[in-house]
Nanobody
């Protein structure tokens, strides 16, 4: 069974840094685009950053210059380094990946979410 497992997150003061990571496991044939969304209380889930299989990166304007996404294709992992965190970055962060399992078709997979809290 293919799954995404997140790690990292936690509590940090404003201006601090955190790193969240996500590892894919299971009978994975290929991984395409991967990235991170976040959802704050009372708000819709929004894209934070994503990286294609070819390495092209895309960031939300609100995190540009502060967050950096990276992927390790050999380990099937994607990470998000978050610097200069602001209280507005507080949210549950979800990893996602476009993957295809052996004998199946491309589909989107989601992690369980990890909480990031930034105190002012």
């Amino acid at each position: 069974q293919v799954q995404l497992v997140e790690s990292g997150g936690g509590l940090v003061q404003a201006g601090g840094s955190l790193r969240v990571s996500c590892a894919a496991s299971g009978s994975i044939l290929m991984i395409g685009r991967v990235g991170w969304y976040r959802q704050a209380p009372g708000k819709q889930r929004e894209l934070v950053a994503e990286i294609t299989g070819g390495g092209r990166q895309n960031y939300a304007d609100s995190v540009m210059g502060r967050f950096t996404i990276s992927r390790d294709n050999a380990k099937n992992t994607v990470s998000l380094q978050m610097n200069s965190l602001k209280p507005g970055d507080k949210a549950v962060y979800y990893c996602y990946a476009e993957m295809v399992e052996y004998g199946s078709n491309w589909r989107n997979y989601w992690g369980q979410g990890t909480q990031v809290t930034v105190s002012s």
